[in-house]
């Protein structure tokens, strides 16, 4: 087979090469093993956390899909499914409004202090969650918002609006904003402007946004363990319950489920980059 690297590589160019090829690939199963170890654990007939002598052996006996039938059967984590996506879909969608309005103001030349409001926004991704949640649970209190549904969407939604500002902001560097202005001049509103120039052309980074804010809700346990209450448990909330009461591999299953949500998510997310990058080609 025909070799890819330049005829005028020497020895060290190769070692060097490959290399870092190697270290790539060590340090990526270092980081996926324990991942992946859990998908054939979620299998296991047995209710244990652990590799039993025939599943080693490929025993059919040995694996199972009774922990995934349990998920959907059992009244917990169906409740804790329905509140994830439920609460997961209504926060991003919240967090994309209003991510989206703060992205394009900030880009905006007329827009004072940039910087300080953007550190403003983004300081739910650097300030600790647990003081988040603290500083949450005390303030929701004087509105009555802990343990109900609109105080859990609020606060998922605040941690989801950062994920949007970076997005669109990124989205919005390589706008031409002569489009939106020629619209203008041409008779469009700015409401209309905005609507048909603007939004069709960051739509990829405000989906991707959103994608994110929805990931960041789907998988948050912290703020949820402080705010929510017995109605609003959710798929985080019941696993990290069921690893204190009652240890079994439907916890596995559902972490399986999770992982292929993940991935159908940044199968999507990596789609809708490669579409912004064909728009900003054809753009220039």
Known sequence: MKSKLPAYYTVWHYLNHYGLRLTALLVLMF?????????????????????????????????SIRWYQEIFTDLRWTLAIQNSFMIGIAAALLATVLGTVAAVGLASDVMP???????????PMIVPL?????????????????????????????LGVPFVIITVTATL??????LYNAAVGM???????????????IRP??????????????????????????????????????LREQINPSILA???LLILVSIALLVTVELLRRRSERIRGEQF
């Open 173 to 178: 560097s390589g706008f031409d904003r002569s």
């Open 254 to 256: 559902v972490a399986t």
């Open 113 to 123: 202090c940039k910087r300080l409001i953007t550190a403003l926004l983004i300081s």
């Open 205 to 242: 980074g405000v989906i991707s946004g959103g994608l994110f804010a929805f990931v960041t809700s789907f998988d948050e346990v912290v703020v949820v363990l402080f705010l929510a209450g017995p109605l609003q448990r959710t798929i985080p909330r019941q696993m990290f319950s069921g």
């Open 31 to 63: 980081l996926m093993l324990p991942i992946l170890v859990i998908i054939p654990l979620s299998f296991n007939a047995e209710p244990f956390f652990s590799f039993s002598s025939g599943m080693l052996a490929l025993d059919p006996q040995a694996y």
């Open 130 to 158: 647990i003081i988040v949640a603290a500083g949450m649970f005390f303030f929701y209190t004087r509105f009555n918002l802990v343990a109900t549904y609109t105080g859990l969407i609020i606060a998922h939604a605040a």
């Open 187 to 201: 008779g469009a509103s700015p409401v209309r402007a905005f609507w048909q120039i603007v939004v069709p052309l």
